[in-house]
């Protein structure tokens, strides 16, 4: 069993910048992929970046593209997002995801075997 927590959200003025992390612990994540997603209010959680085991592959949402950058830390077991020149419309939950069920993780399928409860970031124009 894996035990995600997300840290690093908050409120940040629009042109800002924010760094998520991720630490895993229960086992090592290092051997899987891992991604970000999130959850804006009333909508679908949605893809943003994920990043295989190697770091080696990397994808982005479009709407993140340039400005968001996805890496690990397979020593530490960590994942990081961090996320420049943010825009009101990226106020959302944000969630770590590891390892994931498909073969389409590039291709952003939100379907991972662990999750994390979420960080709350938050853009004010």
């Known amino acids: 069993q894996v035990q995600l927590i997300e840290s690093g959200g908050g409120l940040v003025q629009a042109g800002g910048s924010l760094r998520l992390s991720c630490a895993a612990s229960g086992r090592t994540v290092s051997s899987n992929v891992m991604a970000w997603f999130r959850q804006a209010p009333g909508r679908e959680r949605e893809f943003v970046a994920a990043i295989s085991w190697g770091g080696g592959s990397r994808n982005y949402a479009d709407s993140v593209k340039g400005r968001f950058t996805i890496s690990r830390d397979n020593v530490k077991n960590t994942v990081s997002l961090q996320m420049n020149s943010l825009k009101p419309e990226d106020t959302a939950v944000y969630y770590c995801?590891?390892?994931?069920?498909?073969?389409?993780?590039?291709?952003?399928?939100?379907?991972?075997?662990?999750w994390g409860q979420g960080t709350q970031v938050t853009v004010s124009s």
């Open positions: 995801a590891a390892d994931s069920l498909s073969t389409n993780w590039f291709q952003g399928d939100p379907r991972y075997r662990y």
